[in-house]
């Protein structure tokens, strides 16, 4: 069986600034499951997006998105933008963490990792958006909003004393 190369693209603001000190956690993860991942944190908004679009052209065959619906959602537009055919996982760290949910990711690290290592992939549909805050276009995996939806994810997205379903239910 041929070695694969991994990438983990990690949001360090993540759940609140907590996930930047989850690399070592994670790369452990990934070691114990008998996997070499690369991991890399985002520097600022859209990153993860350029990452994941120049994973395939640096060899990698698996890209780990380490965070909230953000991070996944940047991430599946790289991949998608790229064309490539890469396999994508994703790590929930962030404050909703939606699409984990939906699609059955458990929200332990070490049981996410586990679905990694297992390689198996299943397809998804995608989905393509223009206009508001993305008039070029963006990808998008398990639903897209407008009106009373985006408002409330931005303004839960501003509390930084909470996190997951408490942040909703204030704003």
């Excluded at 008998?34 to 698996?62: F, I, K, N, P, V």
């Excluded at 933008?81 to 790590?91: C, L, Q, Y």
């Excluded at 897209?144 to 704003?171: C, D, Q, R, W």
């Amino acid at each position: 069986m041929e070695k694969r190369r991994i990438l983990v693209i990690i949001n360090p603001r993540a759940s609140k600034g907590r996930a930047g000190g989850s690399v070592e956690d994670i790369a452990a993860a990934f070691t114990r499951h008998g996997l070499d991942a690369d991991c890399r944190l985002t520097e600022h908004a859209g990153h993860a997006l350029t990452m994941a679009r120049e994973a395939s052209s640096q060899g990698y065959d698996t890209v780990v998105a380490a965070g909230g619906d953000g991070c996944v959602n940047e991430v599946v537009s790289g991949i998608m933008e790229d064309g490539a055919k890469v396999t994508m996982g994703v790590i929930p760290i962030g404050r909703g963490n939606d699409f984990a949910w939906v699609a059955g990711i458990p929200r332990k690290l070490d049981e996410a990792v586990e679905l990694v290592s297992q390689g198996q992939a299943m397809p998804i549909d995608v989905g393509y958006i223009e206009g508001g805050i993305f008039p070029c276009g963006r990808y998008f995996l398990n639903g897209a909003g407008f009106g009373f939806e985006p408002a409330i994810n931005f303004k839960a997205a501003s509390y930084t004393h909470l996190n997951g379903m408490p942040s909703y239910i204030v704003a």
